[in-house]
Every structure is written in C-alpha cells, then in structure tokens.
C-alpha cells in the first residue's frame, strides 16, 4: 500500500472506505433490527430507494451529517464523528 504515501491519492481513498463503510453499516443494522428497506425508511423518514441507495456505496454521494442523525434515530444508536490520523484509517482497513 505504498501509493497511499502520495497525498493527492488519500482524499479518494477515504472517501472510498466512508461510503463503503457507511452503506456496510446501514445495510448491517437494517438487517440486525428486521427491518426491510421500506420499515427503515418510515422510522427514518425517507423514502425507500433514498435507503436503497444509502445502503449502496456506488450511489450514497451526497449523504450528510442530518442523514446520518435521522438513521442513528431510527436504529436508536449513538452517531460517532471524528477526525483521526490517516494511519489510523490505513491500520484499520489492512490490519
């Protein structure tokens, strides 16, 4: 994983692994509380393909930080944000 030594490549490299993690978890937690996508929607007051989508990684650009509050809403779970060093993103994918 040496490319990711280069500082232009990283942007795209966590941008990557935030939406692949983020539909990962939705789609996880959707399933963990026998919810279909439909159920997940009306809890979190979207319609379903917006869920559909979210839990998508080639299709959930434009997710924001309200997004993320509501489904943390609808799953009653705790949203954690924060900024960590990139190391830490590159030990926790490869490691």
């Known amino acids: 994983m040496t490319y990711l030594r280069d500082s232009e490549i990283r942007p795209d ?3 990557d692994h935030i939406k692949e ?3 990962l978890q939705i789609r996880l937690l959707r399933e ?4 279909t996508q439909a159920q997940l929607g009306t809890r979190a007051e979207m319609a379903q393909p917006r869920i559909a989508a979210l839990e998508d990684p080639d299709q959930s650009g434009g997710i924001n930080l309200k997004t993320l509050e509501r489904l943390a809403a609808a799953f ?3 949203l954690i944000v924060r900024f960590a060093p990139f190391s830490d993103l590159v030990n926790w994918t490869t490691g």
């Not at 963990?32 to 919810?35: E, I, T, Y």
């Open 32 to 35: 963990k509380n026998n919810l």
């Open 21 to 23: 993690l983020i539909a």
């Open 76 to 78: 009653d779970v705790a």
């Open 13 to 15: 490299f966590v941008t």
